[in-house]
């Protein structure tokens, strides 16, 4: 296994002075430009492998104006295909996910083998082309599994998952994130773009603003919540890659003391949990990051954490922010990863579907230590994942705490963007990420590839 226990830094990056103007965000003209440009040419995180643990179990995501299909092979490999019968256009399957021995289309009993052959076709005898069976396939798409999900790419002369991830793969690769289980998962559809939601999630200037309530009296450098959002003490990472890195130091301790500068929960109850006494930090519980980097260092093997032997102290503390291009968003904790994704509608660029999921290491989960769903809600797998929650926006049902706030910004900025007054974009340098998040769908759009 890959250990990766220093942050490597990425190269400089330099971005331009586009304005971004809200069409982006409103354009049924730029939203098929950026599908026949963008979206078929990058590799995208669909599914889950722990979800499919048998040969024909399978499942399907949609993305824009596809369905995607993936399938466990007999050979434990997974195989992606486009949720369409060869025969007449008719999709194969309309659930989530599902077990098969063949895939039967429910129009004229087509049927095809979970490694896409047609299997059985009525009345063979009667096709001018001769019989179907062994010359007709489902249409199947690249498909590579990496940290437990399952990734697909519709272009057909694309590069392999290991060089279009570039330095994500090894940190990954270190985490065992592929034996973490997802422990929460919200999804909803939004009345939004979908890049309203990776544009947010690429800086943290709002952070102070929309989840704590911070106004122009505000010192932001004195601010520290969970995680500490001063740009000055933020690193930003901007690869050749396309995807991004924003590593937050952890706020451990403050804002969690009571008058007399007693450690209040649940940071007292992590600390006796890394036999920390909270009393030996009252007065100071800015010292509690540092001595919570070294308990889990040292303690951590003993108690089930085994990857903490690949993973750079920082993590044990702080947020390691990814940004992968060009829709999925996650920030990745020592024991946990706030999963974060929007994917396109297929003809709406004011909407776009959003999941809100938490997944979690064993020994979290183990200890009782693990985010995920409040009160029980979300029923679990048989692989050990709770299922997916599908909610309505403006439902009583919140898709999370702290999300809920970015989400409420998320649909009046959408509204903004149809303004003749919007004439683009003001950027901080903090918030580069977003310029060249547009500046690389821009290119692909013009055949331009990274």
């Known amino acids: 296994m890959a250990e990766v226990r220093q942050i490597e830094s990425y190269p400089e990056q330099k971005t331009g002075n586009s304005k971004l103007e809200g069409f982006r965000y409103t354009s049924r003209e730029f939203m098929e430009n950026e599908w026949e440009g963008m979206w078929t040419k ?59 021995k063949r895939f039967v289309c429910k129009y ?26 062994g010359k007709v396939r489902l249409q199947e798409v690249a498909c590579e599994t990496f940290a437990g999900f ?7 002369e694309c590069v392999s998952l290991k060089e279009f991830l570039g330095p994500i793969w090894d940190e990954w690769e270190a985490r065992e994130i592929h034996t973490w289980k997802r422990t929460m998962a919200n999804t909803m559809w939004l009345p939004c773009n979908w890049k309203v939601v990776l544009d947010n999630f690429n800086e943290s200037y709002h952070v102070p603003t929309v989840h704590m309530g911070a106004t122009t009296d505000t010192n932001r450098k004195e601010i520290r919540g969970n995680i500490n959002t001063y740009f000055k003490e933020t690193r930003f990472d901007l690869s ?64 089930g954490y085994s990857h903490y032997a690949s993973i750079p102290d920082e993590q044990f503390t702080d947020a390691f922010h990814y940004t992968l ?106 918030e580069l990420r977003i310029r060249r998040y547009h500046e690389l769908i821009d290119d692909y759009i013009e055949g331009i590839k990274p």
């Open 42 to 100: 990058v590799w995208l995180l669909l599914g889950r492998e722990s979800e499919l643990p048998n040969p024909g179990d399978w499942q399907m995501e949609p993305v824009g104006n596809e369905e995607i299909l993936m399938v466990r092979q007999q050979d434990g490999g997974v195989k992606a295909f486009y949720n369409v019968c060869q025969h007449r256009g008719n999709p194969l399957v309309e659930d989530d996910k599902g077990t098969v």
């Open 108 to 133: 004229h009993s087509w049927a095809f083998m979970p490694d896409g052959e047609l299997n059985f076709a009525p009345d063979r005898e009667d096709f001018a082309e001769g019989n179907p069976c």
């Open 150 to 156: 399952i990734w697909i790419n519709m272009d057909t």
């Open 240 to 303: 050749n890659e396309g995807h991004n890195r924003m590593i937050m130091e952890g706020g451990y301790g403050v804002g969690a003391t009571d008058k007399e500068g007693n450690i209040l929960e649940p940071l007292a109850s992590q600390l006796r949990y890394w036999d920390l006494d909270p009393e030996d930090f009252k007065g100071r519980p800015e010292d509690t990051r540092g001595a919570v980097q070294e308990a889990k260092r040292r303690l951590g093997p003993e108690k």
């Open 325 to 430: 291009f060009p829709n999925f968003a996650v920030s990745i904790w020592s024991d946990g990863f706030h999963f974060l994704r929007a994917r396109p509608h297929r003809s709406d660029p004011e909407q776009c579907l959003f999941d809100n999921w938490w997944y979690a290491s064993p020994a979290s989960i183990e200890a009782g230590l693990e985010r995920g769903a409040v009160d029980g809600e979300g029923e679990v797998s048989d692989s050990g994942e709770v299922e997916k929650r599908m909610l309505t926006y403006g439902g009583e049902t919140s898709i999370g705490p702290a999300i809920e706030d970015d989400v409420r910004v998320f649909v009046t900025q959408q509204r903004g963007f149809r303004s003749r007054g919007f004439k683009g974009v003001y950027l901080a340098n903090q």
